[in-house]
Structures are given as structure tokens and as C-alpha cells.
């Protein structure tokens, strides 16, 4: 029984760490269409950004992971403003164009700081214990932002004029530029937030983790997964998709070991896919 | 595209030709010169030709498929395991290696066909992943993690393909084999694909059973992956799970879409060029990955439609008089 | 009149004994280094490219090889590649196309694997440090092996541990789920048996990040140790990490390969680590550290690679000085047999002995004297020397 119980617990601090990566990425996709490859590469970046603040120049670690997110952010904006915008509109180009940027973002990582793992401490350590089930502190703090984040955007799409007019452009673009809704400057910005979101993540679980220039790969697949189960597009659905495959992973790793725990899942998905195309909570199924 | 409607259909386009001569000269390498390193990075071009063009037949139904890795497994696997009990002969490995992911593929289409766009990419994603389970789970067929080590070589007319060259003509034969059936099929099927690639529902509505041609371009693509499985295998004389790494699939999308997924001509430039930049940039170490993404961010940026595609509009810009052809 | 004349014959024969005895034609020998230097196994590839860099270095300053009566550089050229099969072998023909015949690496199992066949049929020698299962196979009596692998210092180390921490009676290994993952721990398990621990193994899949979910696995049944094994570094620190937040108070072990620096950085220092054994490719000795200050000395860069590139370096050196005895660098069958002749004794690493019969059936590995590191209450026992039983 306890065992049923740490699992679901570490399977609620899985699910907290893949939503936040999953929001930036459905955010993208829904509002851009555009399949972010170089996700994992801007989580790598935010993580880095943050060892260099805190470990380097010695400054307190919230610090850091601000910076971590201005970084992620403004590479994102520059990225989207110079390089995607012009090709916003062919699926694959844009694919590719991430997918180079995730090439050059590694190895840039990889020769600035040698492809050894950093020592990089997440500042508060420790686990709470009730009887033989135990919480790590950390992650507490990890879902604590992650309630915070999911909180956040919502209240920018739901509540602000920005989030309306990033809804707009979602739903049909040439209506809300017709309406006057700038694309150029909203695009970026909708870009730069979800960037910013992963830059965050890796600011805050590489030094619970491990942080090289290798951590950024299973981080594409492991977005990709959520936000196809959840839907495309649907800031809800990736949430719920996130918590849902943290859920599950925990659970066939813990009874059925490493590598089948992997295989189930991978099946799972496959065949909710087949029978439900458009995700859990996803709308229309866009094209690539 | 253009359409055909005003001109008489001819046999082949001038890109399929174009094609078609492009790697059948390839033979001219090994009949021609002695050079290893020529042998090694042309052998690797056509391994990613065949593979590329597996993609490029999803592409033009507007598939972007993933699971060509997990396609090149079960051809290649299928070639070791027969090694294994020492049958080697070049014909009979060549129909095995098409067949065995083709028929695998039937099922499977019928299962993610149903899904567009990104959902099949994933998909396609997922099963690469699954493979390379699939491989790790079963290592008294497929050695599991170690793979299949000293494959005999192939046969052909009782003749061991051995040598740098002979291996070099052989994977020519396959990336000739594997043009000609691309070629065909998207010829044949021209209209029938640039309808589903247009507007895939209304071509249902005119009347086209959509469903069988994309089951056919799944199966022919599976077909040519195996294939490219089976050259791979007979490069390495080993059959080795870290060869079908979902990563490969990106490779086969790259060299599709910088080369230019327009035409047929495309997979096979874009394989010829990268994986020649890659064999160059092999020997700078950890810039290489780097370089790589430089080279597909500019490509893309200033490239549209890929390498052939901007090639064509310059040849149409500067020839304003001729008639846009097929 | 005289004095000049002598000073005059003093002076010419000073400079003819200054000069060359015979102008050299200029000649170069290249070698290869080879292994993967980008992605996860970066370090250790550019240690072995680092490792033949020095080996090259040190002759250069030497003159350069002897060949006749020729003296030649050794130049050094790298091929990543990328810790796989196809990467390895697309490196043979590459370095084979340059006429290299000589070379130094790969690093990784799937390398290994994949490199033997294709530099049998170039003609070329390998070094693989992979801690495969069949590193070393009487088929390709053209490949090395730079050091031994499980096979050869499980069982030692298993009975060396014992002796310091008697009351584990239980094991769970855990690696990935791949070549390099289970050759070793198979192996490693294998070791612990036949001296009386009950061993499992509990494999995950490539590319985990969180291993919190397998811990609460192997956890539920109450090992009295935890071997991380071949898991890559960054991976086994972070199951170090995770594995005492979750409360585990038992010993965690490393039967596998190097890299515990990296380990003890991810994971928080010796304290987190509280007891802790792991296998050392060498007990490091002050001349070993010198190896260091010489590449600085001869390259003027940093090496790359720490342990790994001390313990790839007697295999460079030997080569060059095999290139030497065999008077060509263009044979491979001379200089592997040149090779097999040399003695296995090495300025820094101290000396070691040719293995590998009993374990691959043919003997082409070298064996220097390997170290055990323990870590007892959070505090650094140190890294001993063990001596090999066979």
C-alpha cells in the first residue's frame, strides 16, 4: 500500500515538472502552429543561465532563475522575430528551422561548458516524512510553481487583452489582423512566454536533476508526448495530459520496472491516439 | 506542380529522368576510382537517398513520418537473423527486406493512418520508441542490446559482395532499385497524390477512396526504409540497435526538406549534400552538431522549397517564354 | 697561424656535429583517434583524442618516430563517433581513405561493435575501451583492448568490498537499457553471486531523467546495496541523490566505470554519498597526475579527460613505439605483431601485465593494477590498490 502511495506521490512531482515543459510547448503550437524542437534546448539554456548566476558570479539563486528566464526569453522573441516569422505559415520549415536551433543550442552549451555535469544544488534539500512515505521538499517547491505558472497563464489568456488577442490570432488569424491584432509583435511575444516558461523549468529542475548538455533531448519527447495526449493546442488538456503521464510512468516503473514501464506507456499513448485522434481535451486537428 | 491537363501525360518528368540518371551515375564512383573515402561517404549518401525518399512518398501525401528507423529495423534485423542460418542471396534478401516491413506496415497503417498532421508524427514517434524497445526485449532473436555482430556478406549470383567496392556497387543497385519504384509510384499516382496532398477531404468528397493511396504510400514507404535497413546492415556487417535510434528519422527529414520536397529530386540532392557536410564537419569533433543547424537554419531561411525547389524558380525566373512543366 | 687553423677546425667540426646526421625527408605518420566527442559520451572521447595528442606530443619533441633512416612526425586526427555503431565504422573508412591504419579508439560498446568488422576488412588496428562482452574476440586479431573490463576485475573488487563492508547480503544493480548497460551489470551480477550476495538487476530506459519511480522499486525489496554500475555519471548522480532523499541508509556502490568526480559533483559531496564504493580504472599516484603538466608543458592547452586519458595513454605510447619496432605505419599485421612483443610498462601508469586470454580467448588487453574507492560515514577512505588474482 505505501508503495501505491509514494508512487502516486512521485507521479504528482513528475506530472508538476512535465506540465510546466508541456504549457510552453502546446502554447506554442496552438497559437503559432509551429512544433518547437528546440524546446529541451531553451530548458537547457535556463538551467545553464541559472548555474552560471548562482554558482559563478555568486548571486542568491531566485536571482538566477530570473535571469534563466529573461535569457530563455529573449532568445526566444529574437528567434521568432528574425527567423520564423517569415516562414510562420509552412509547418515543416518551421520544424526545421527549431530543429537547427536545438543543433546549435547543444553545441554551443556543450562548448562553453564541457559536456560534464555541473554540480548545481537545488538550495533547499531535504524530504518530509509521513511514516514510510517521504515527499522531497523540492518538489513541493516545484509544484508549488507549477500551480503558480498554470495560474498565471491562464489569468494572461483569460484575463488580459494580450491573452485575448493571442486567443484570437489561435483560432483564426486573418480575422484578428483584420480586427487589428498586430501578429508581428504578438507572435514574439506569445513565443518568448512559452520560451520563458521552459527557460524557468530548467532553472529550477536541472539542479534536482542533473545538469550537461545532453538533458535537453528527452525533453522534446517527453513534450511531445504530453501535448499530443492532451490535445494540441488546449493549455488544459497538456496539464492534465502531464499530470496523467507522470501518473502512469511512475506507476509501470514502479511495478513493472524501467524499461517495460516505457513500453506500456508508449502503447497507452498509441492507442488512446488511435481512438481518440484529437487528444483528451484538444479541438480541431490542425495539419503540419 | 502544374497539372497535366493541357499537355499530353508524358512517361517521365524531367525530374523523375533527372532522378533516375542522377543514381544510376552513381555507379561510375566505384567503376571509376579507388578512393575509400569516396566509397565510404557515397555509401552512406545512398543509404540516406533510399531513406529520405521513404519520406518524401509520406510527404507528399503531407505525412511526416518518424517511424522510418523502426521500418529500417525490421528490414535490416530481417537480413541478420537469415545471416544467421547463412542465406545470403542478394535477390531473395532484397524482395525480404521490402516485404517484411511492407507487410508489418499493412496493420499498422490501418491503425495510424486515421490521424493527420502532428498527431501522426507522434505516432510514427511513438513507434520508433517502441521498436527500440521491442529490440532490448528480445535479444534471443535480436541479441537484444548487443545486436547481431559478423553478418555474412550478401550474395550475389553465387558472388560474396565483400569489398569496399563490391558493397558500394551493391547499395547502388538498392538506391536504384528504390528510385525507380518511388519514381513510379508518385507517377503512376501523380493526380491521385497532389489531391490528397491539396485538400485531402475534398478530394474524398469528389470521390477518390483516399484511404487506399495513403495505405499504399505507407506500405511502399516501409518497403523502401527496409531496404535502406538492409543497405545499412551489409555497410556495417552488423545489425545493431543504436543504427534505428529515432534520431536517424530525423536525418531522413532533413535531407528531404533541404534537398526539396517538391520532387523526387529533392531526398536525393539534399542526401548527397548533407551527408557529405557531415563527413566534413566529422573530423571538427563537437562543433559538429553545430554546424549542422547553422547549415539547415540558412538553408531554410534562404532556400524555399528546399534546394531544388529555389533552383527550379530560378530556372523559370530566367527562362520567362517556356511553359511551367509537370 | 696554427691557433686559427685550430680554432678554424674546432669551429667546422662543432658545426657538422651540430647539423642532422642525414637531411630528413620530411614524413609524416598519422594516426587517428577516434570515439565519440559530442552528446553524452563526450568526455570520453576527447580523452582519448587528448591521451594520442600527448603519445604524438611526447615523440615529436623526441625528433619524431624513427622509420630507416627517416625521422617522422606523428600527426594526430580525430573522427567523432557519436557512441554508435554506424559513427564508428563511417570513421574506419574515413581514416582508412587517409591512409590510416592506426588507431586509437573507440570509446563506447556500440562503437566496439561496430568498428571491429569494418577495420578487419581495411586493415586496421583498434583500441576499444569498451567494457563489452565481447570487447576483445579471436576473429579480429587486429582490435585491442585499452583496459579490462568487469570480466576480468568483478570478482576481486566484489571480495574487496566484501571485506569492508561484510554485511551486505543483497544487491540491486542498475544501468540502462543498453549494450553498455548490460554487459556490465550482467556481469557485475554474476560477480556478486558467486561470492554469496544475492544479486538483481533493474534496467531503465535510455533518456530517464527522474529516477524517483525506480528507486521506490528496487527499494521495496530492502537491498542492503545499490549498484549504479555503468549508468552514465550524470544519470548515477542523480539515483545517489534521490536514492538518500528517499531515506535509503544502505551502501551504494559503482561496479562499472569511471567518472565518480561527476557523481560526487551532481550528487552533493561525500556527506550525501555517506558509504560508497566504486571501481577506479587506477590508484591515481603522483606520477600519474604529472601526466597532466606534461600536456600543458608539450601542448600548451588543457587536457580533456582526467582518469580516462592517463588510462588510454600506455595504449598511444605503446602503439607509437609498436610504429617504431615494425619500421612501417602503414601494416597493420606488423605493428599489431610488434605490438604483442612490447612490454606493458609505462613511465606514469607503472606496470602492467597482457590479459585477456581467459576471458575473450585471446590476449590483447592491458592490465594495470586497478583501485577500489570507499567512502565510510561520509568521510574519504581513499582509493586502494587491488592486485589482480589472475
Not at chain 1, 4 to 17: E, H, M, N, R, Y
Not at chain 3, 301 to 317: E, F, H, V, Y
Request: hydrophobic share 50%; aromatic share 8%.
Amino acid at each position: 500500500m505505501e508503495q501505491f502511495i509514494q508512487a502516486a506521490v512521485i507521479g504528482v512531482s513528475l506530472g508538476a515538472q512535465y506540465a510546466l515543459l508541456a504549457l510552453g510547448f502546446t502554447l506554442i503550437f496552438g497559437i503559432l502552429g509551429v512544433v518547437n524542437f528546440a524546446h529541451g534546448g531553451f530548458y537547457m539554456l535556463g538551467g545553464y543561465v541559472a548555474y552560471s548566476c548562482v554558482v559563478q558570479l555568486g548571486l542568491p539563486y531566485p536571482v538566477g532563475v530570473v535571469a534563466a528566464v529573461a535569457a530563455a526569453a529573449a532568445l526566444g522573441w529574437l528567434f521568432e522575430l528574425f527567423l520564423l516569422d517569415r516562414l510562420i505559415d509552412d509547418h515543416l520549415a518551421t520544424l526545421m528551422l527549431t530543429l537547427g536551433l536545438y543543433l546549435l543550442l547543444s553545441s554551443g552549451l556543450l562548448s562553453i561548458y564541457g559536456p560534464l555535469s555541473m554540480e548545481f544544488t537545488f538550495p533547499v534539500t531535504g524530504s518530509l516524512r509521513f511514516g514510510p512515505i517521504y515527499v522531497p521538499r523540492e518538489n513541493l517547491i516545484v509544484l508549488a510553481v507549477c500551480v503558480l505558472a498554470i495560474g498565471a497563464l491562464w489569468l494572461i489568456l483569460f484575463r488580459t487583452d494580450l491573452g485575448r488577442a493571442l486567443r484570437a490570432l489561435a483560432d483564426d488569424r486573418r480575422v484578428a489582423t483584420a480586427q487589428g491584432m498586430r501578429p508581428k509583435i504578438l507572435f514574439p511575444a506569445a513565443f518568448a512566454l512559452a520560451t520563458g516558461l521552459a527557460g524557468l523549468t530548467g532553472a529550477l529542475v536541472t539542479p534536482i536533476l542533473a545538469l550537461s548538455p545532453s538533458v535537453g533531448d528527452p525533453v522534446l519527447a517527453t513534450s511531445f508526448l504530453t501535448v499530443i495526449l492532451g490535445g494540441l493546442g488546449s493549455l488544459g488538456g497538456a496539464a492534465l495530459a502531464a499530470f496523467i503521464v507522470g501518473l502512469v510512468e511512475a506507476f509501470t516503473s514502479v511495478y513493472f520496472g524501467g524499461s517495460i514501464g516505457a513500453l506500456v506507456l508508449f502503447v497507452l499513448v498509441l492507442l488512446l491516439l488511435v481512438f481518440r485522434p484529437t487528444g483528451l481535451l484538444g479541438r480541431q486537428a490542425r495539419g503540419a | 506542380m502544374a497539372s497535366s491537363l493541357i499537355q499530353r501525360p508524358r512517361l517521365l518528368g524531367g525530374d523523375e529522368a533527372g532522378a533516375l540518371i542522377l543514381v544510376a551515375a552513381c555507379f561510375a564512383v566505384p567503376i571509376l576510382t579507388r578512393n575509400i573515402l569516396a566509397y565510404s561517404v557515397l555509401n552512406q549518401a545512398l543509404i540516406g537517398v533510399i531513406g529520405a525518399q521513404s519520406v518524401w512518398i509520406m510527404l507528399r501525401m503531407n505525412l511526416l513520418s518518424f517511424a522510418t528507423p523502426a521500418f529500417m529495423a525490421l528490414g535490416g534485423y530481417t537480413v541478420a537473423i537469415a545471416g544467421e542460418y547463412n542465406i545470403t542471396d542478394g535477390f531473395l534478401m532484397t524482395a525480404a527486406a521490402f516485404l517484411v516491413p511492407a507487410l508489418v506496415a499493412v496493420p499498422l497503417g490501418a491503425l495510424v493512418l486515421r490521424l493527420r498532421g502532428t498527431y501522426f508524427v507522434l505516432v510514427t514517434f511513438v513507434l520508433s520508441q517502441i521498436m527500440q524497445l521491442l529490440l532490448f526485449e528480445t535479444p534471443r532473436l535480436t541479441g537484444g542490446s548487443n545486436g547481431i555482430a559478423g553478418i555474412p556478406a550478401a550474395t550475389l549470383f553465387g558472388v560474396d559482395m565483400m569489398s569496399q567496392r563490391q558493397v558500394l556497387f551493391y547499395t547502388c543497385g538498392l538506391a536504384l532499385l528504390a528510385t525507380i519504384v518511388a519514381v513510379a509510384l508518385t507517377r503512376y499516382f501523380r493526380q491521385h497524390f497532389a489531391s490528397i496532398e491539396e485538400n485531402e477531404i475534398l478530394a474524398e468528397s469528389l470521390g477518390l477512396v483516399v484511404w487506399r493511396y495513403k495505405a499504399m504510400g505507407f506500405v511502399v514507404a516501409a518497403g523502401l526504409a527496409g531496404l535502406a535497413g538492409y543497405a545499412l546492415v551489409t555497410m556495417l556487417l552488423t545489425a545493431h540497435p543504436s543504427s534505428f535510434d529515432s534520431v536517424v528519422a530525423v536525418d531522413f527529414i532533413a535531407y528531404t526538406i533541404i534537398g526539396g520536397r517538391g520532387s523526387v529530386l529533392g531526398p536525393i540532392i539534399g542526401s548527397l549534400l548533407l551527408v557529405y557536410a557531415t563527413q566534413m564537419f566529422g573530423t571538427q569533433g563537437q562543433y559538429a552538431q553545430g554546424l549542422y543547424g547553422a547549415l539547415i537554419l540558412v538553408v531554410i531561411t534562404v532556400a524555399r522549397g528546399g534546394i531544388v525547389g529555389s533552383a527550379a524558380a530560378l530556372l523559370r525566373r530566367l527562362r520567362p517564354g517556356r511553359r511551367a512543366t509537370a | 697561424m696554427k691557433y686559427t687553423l685550430a680554432l678554424l677546425s674546432a669551429a667546422t667540426i662543432a658545426i657538422a656535429g651540430l647539423q642532422p646526421v642525414a637531411a630528413a625527408d620530411p614524413c609524416e605518420i598519422k594516426v587517428g583517434a577516434i570515439g565519440p566527442m559530442s552528446g553524452g559520451g563526450a568526455q570520453w572521447g576527447l580523452a582519448m583524442q587528448s591521451a594520442t595528442e600527448l603519445a604524438a606530443a611526447e615523440v615529436n619533441a623526441k625528433g619524431g618516430l624513427k622509420l630507416g633512416d627517416k625521422m617522422c612526425k606523428v600527426t594526430v586526427v580525430s573522427y567523432d563517433s557519436k557512441y554508435t555503431a554506424d559513427g564508428a565504422a563511417a570513421g574506419a573508412n574515413a581514416f582508412a581513405s587517409q591512409g590510416i591504419k592506426i588507431m586509437i579508439g573507440p570509446v563506447g560498446s556500440p562503437e566496439a561493435t561496430g568498428i571491429k568488422p569494418v577495420a578487419a576488412r581495411n586493415g586496421q588496428i583498434t583500441w576499444n575501451a569498451a567494457y563489452a562482452k565481447n570487447s576483445l574476440d579471436p576473429k579480429y586479431p587486429l582490435a585491442f583492448h585499452i583496459a579490462p573490463g568487469p570480466a576480468t576485475w568483478a570478482d576481486p573488487m566484489a571480495k574487496y568490498v566484501l571485506k569492508h563492508f561484510p554485511n551486505i547480503k543483497s544487491v540491486v544493480l542498475i544501468a540502462p537499457n543498453d549494450q553498455a548497460g548490460t554487459d556490465v551489470a550482467s556481469v557485475d551480477s554474476q560477480a556478486y553471486q558467486n561470492n554469496g550476495v544475492k544479486a538483481s538487476e533493474e534496467y531503465y530506459q535510455r533518456g530517464t531523467t527522474n529516477f524517483a519511480p525506480i528507486i521506490t522499486r528496487i527499494l521495496a525489496s530492502n537491498p542492503d546495496a545499490v549498484d549504479t554500475a555503468s549508468s552514465p555519471p550524470g544519470d548515477a548522480g542523480v539515483i545517489v541523490k534521490q536514492l538518500r532523499l528517499a531515506g535509503f541508509k544502505g551502501v551504494i556502490g559503482r561496479m562499472g566505470g569511471p567518472g565518480t568526480e561527476e557523481i560526487l559533483r551532481v550528487a552533493g559531496g561525500t556527506d550525501v554519498l555517506q558509504n560508497f564504493y566504486w571501481f577506479e580504472t587506477m590508484a591515481v599516484t603522483d606520477q600519474m597526475r604529472a601526466i597532466d603538466d606534461q600536456f600543458r608543458k608539450l601542448l600548451g592547452k588543457d587536457p580533456i579527460g582526467g582518469t580516462s586519458m592517463w588510462g588510454d595513454l600506455p595504449a598511444a605510447r605503446m602503439t607509437l613505439k609498436a610504429i617504431e619496432v615494425a619500421g612501417t605505419a602503414d601494416d597493420a599485421e606488423k605493428v599489431a605483431a610488434a605490438l604483442r612483443t612490447l612490454p606493458v610498462d609505462d613511465p606514469n601508469m607503472g606496470k602492467g601485465v597482457w590479459a585477456g586470454q581467459k576471458q575473450y580467448g585471446i590476449n590483447q588487453e592491458l592490465y594495470f593494477p586497478f583501485a577500489v574507492g570507499i567512502i565510510k560515514d561520509g568521510k574519504q577512505v581513499g582509493i586502494t590498490r587491488v592486485d589482480p588474482n589472475s
